[in-house]
C-alpha cells in the first residue's frame, strides 16, 4: 500500500513512521510513505500562506482551499493508484476496526491534515471519505493520521509475524479480546489462571471467549449490541452486567 500525507508539519512523521512495526513494513516495501508539505502549494507570496481569518468572524484561522486542491491533484497524479482521500477532522465517521479493516484493501490512501480552527469547507469535497479518532478535539491532524496509519498498516499482509495476531483481536469479533498472560506463572500473589497451564485447547478457547464476553460486558456493554452470540454467551454477557450493577449500587 501506498500512503501520502499532506500536512504543515510533515517532519513530525519521520520517527513514527520509521520505527517498529511502520518501520519494518516500510522496509519489506509492503508499506510506501511520503509526506508532503502543504506550504509547496501556498497562496503565491513570501509567508507561504495556507490559512486565512474566517469570512463572519470569528476566532482562529481557517485553512484555504486552493493549496489542498492543488495538492490533492499533484499528489494523485505521483502514482498511478488511484488513492482513497481521507479527511482528518472530528467531524467525521468514528475510525473503528471494521473501517480500518476496509481501508486496509485499498492500493492507496491521501491523508489530509488539518489545523488551526479546520479546513475551509470546501476542502471536504476533495475527500472521499471524513475520518475522526474520537470525541476530543487535537490540534492538528498529524496524531490522527498517524494513528490512522498505524492501524491499516498492521492489517497489511505480511507486516506481521502471524496473520492470527489481528485475528482474535479486541474489535475483531465484536469484542474486547481475552486476558493475555506470560511468565511468571504467579507473580506477587496473583496467579495464572490454571487453565491456561492445562494444556487443553478446547478449554482454553471456550474460557478465552468467556473472558472476552464477560470483559467486553463490564466495560463496553454498547459492542455486544452487535456481537455475534450463541444463547448461552448471551446469557454469560446478562450475568456479567448484572453482576457490574450490582458491585456499582454497592459503590466499588
Ligand atoms: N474547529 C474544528 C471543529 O470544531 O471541528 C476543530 C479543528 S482542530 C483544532 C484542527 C485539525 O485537527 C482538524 O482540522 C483535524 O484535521 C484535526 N483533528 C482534531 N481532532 C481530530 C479528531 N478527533 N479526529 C481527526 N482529526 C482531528
Known sequence: MRVD???????????????????????????????????????????????DAPYGGGPGMVMRPEPFRAAVRAVSALDAREPVVVLMTPQGVPLTQRLVERLATSERM?????????????????????????????????????????????????????????AEESFSWGLLEYPHYTRPASFEGEDVPEVLLSGDHARIRRWRREQAIRRTARSRPDLLLGADLTLDERAIADDERSRATSRDKEGL
Not at 125 to 146: C, F
Not at 152 to 164: F, H, K, S, Y
Open 110 to 166: 491521501l491523508l489530509l491534515c488539518g489545523r488551526y480552527e479546520g479546513v475551509d469547507e470546501r476542502v471536504r469535497g476533495l475527500a472521499d471519505i471524513e475520518v475522526s479518532i474520537g470525541d476530543y478535539v487535537l490540534s492538528g491532524g498529524e496524531l490522527p493520521a498517524m494513528v490512522l496509519i498505524d492501524a491499516v498498516a498492521r492489517l497489511l499482509p505480511g507486516v506481521l509475524g502471524g496473520e492470527d495476531s489481528t
Open 5 to 51: 500525507v499532506v500536512t504543515i508539519f510533515p517532519e513530525v512523521f519521520d520517527q513514527v513512521l520509521s520505527s517498529s512495526m511502520l518501520g519494518i513494513a516500510r522496509g519489506k516495501g509492503l508499506l510506501e510513505f511520503c509526506a508532503h508539505d502543504l506550504r509547496d502549494w501556498a497562496i503565491p507570496g513570501v509567508h507561504r500562506q495556507v490559512d
